[in-house]
């Protein structure tokens, strides 16, 4: 080994180094936008707060390399050129004055952000918002003639037009956030709480639990779309229609099984017997993005291996796993469930 | 301690009593009138909330600036040969009430920003 080598490190040393921080990078990077990111705004709101974390982030860290610049010359430079250091000129104008102006400023606009993010709005659409462990109860009250439903893990939302959601919890404290439309707001149990956001940008976003609730509290994720005006009218129409008779031997194989199986004791499908008000009301849960609270493209694969498996997957819901049906028995059912558009 | 040092001590730390009064008070108020739904009462066309917070601050405002003030005098106005704890207590009431002066600010600020139960 030469002294060159041994100067510049080891070849595998850097060649590690050099992908550890263009990992690191690339990860960092990854959170600036995507279908979950504060940093990808898609509100007024989001852009309000994701101003604050910019000016707070940047003037932090400049704050931070100013002092330890300062720091490092106190302790490395010689003593005639540190001396300044000492003098009550320094110390008033660097100790005093300067996170007084610095934090003057800060307050105020804090304070301004404040009053203009989650302002309720006249007309604003309703939703209620309930989370459970470990998943969303989503609820459209009754407006202007319009019937009310429910639906779950999914939270369906007009562009331009605001919204604001009433939010509680069934158990234990969870928290709403969005975090490409807005702030987070807790669900307290016995305790109604609001928070108003308006959608500018059609699109598929995510919304997350952001207070921990239990041991699936990382898998409790919902979707958030944002359809133009018309689109959502459409899908508001639909959904308060009650569920669809299958129109095929199969589809009505499935659904006979799950009258058979009592999934309607814990699940609503409107139109039929199923009742229950336990769990997910599952009228047009054919009609979702996802299953499982966020976990899974909804299609009949991943429905017939949450059915069959709910605790492998999710262990701790409140949903048994059924896995005493069949192969066919379990295609049925999960494609019954997949035509409830 | 001599009442004279007494004084001083007192005039050195009016203006974190100050503040300490000014923050018990605009908390414990806002608390009770926005728990009682009392937030929409207003005191000759203010909101109650607004009213009571600008008020506290304002007199707040005036004992740390008296303290100050006073401060500054007596610091001006020692001589040559004044003793040590003298000098420190008029300095210190100096940067004391001057800071106070600053957070009483920026406790009051809020209430002119944000709604009153904000």
Known sequence: MDLKTTRQGLPWRRTVTTRAAAFACALSLAGCSGV??????????????????????LGGTLIFLLVTGVLLYAIFAPPERRAWLGGRRTIVVGGLAFPIVV????????????????????GALQVEVIGEQYWWRVKYPEEGGKSEFSTANELIVPVGSPVTVTVTSADVIHSFWIPNLGGKIDMIPGRINRLSFTAERPGIYRGVCAEFCGDQHARMAFDVV??????FEAWRAAQEKPAREPDLPFLSRGRALFRAAGCGSCHVVRGTEADGAFGPDLTHVGSRRTIGAGQFPNNIGTLA?????????????????YGSFTGEELRSLAAYLESLK | ?????????????????????????????????????????????????????????????????????????????????????DRFISQAGILISGLSLVVILWQGIPAFILPACA
């Open chain 1, 226 to 231: 944002a359809l133009e005006r018309t689109a």
């Open chain 1, 36 to 57: 979950q990111s504060a940093l990808d705004p898609a509100g007024g709101d989001a852009l309000r707060i994701y101003w604050l974390t910019l000016i707070m982030t």
């Open chain 2, 1 to 85: 301690m001599s009442g004279r040092r007494t004084g001083q001590v007192l005039l050195m730390l009016a203006g974190l009593i100050a503040w300490a009064v000014q923050f018990t008070v605009i908390y414990g108020v806002t608390s009770t009138l926005c728990g009682r739904e009392w937030a929409d009462v207003t005191l000759l066309g203010v909101g109650i909330v607004h009213a009571v917070v600008a008020l506290a601050t304002l007199a707040a405002l005036i004992v740390a600036a008296l303290s100050f003030l006073g401060s500054w005098r007596i610091h001006g106005g020692l001589g040559e040969t004044a003793a040590a704890p």
């Open chain 1, 103 to 122: 934090l003057s400023g800060l307050l105020p606009y804090g304070l301004i952000v404040m009053r203009d993010t989650d302002v309720p709005m006249p």
């Open chain 1, 305 to 321: 291996g949450w059915i069959a498996n709910t605790q492998h997957i999710k262990p701790g819901v409140r949903m048994p796993s």
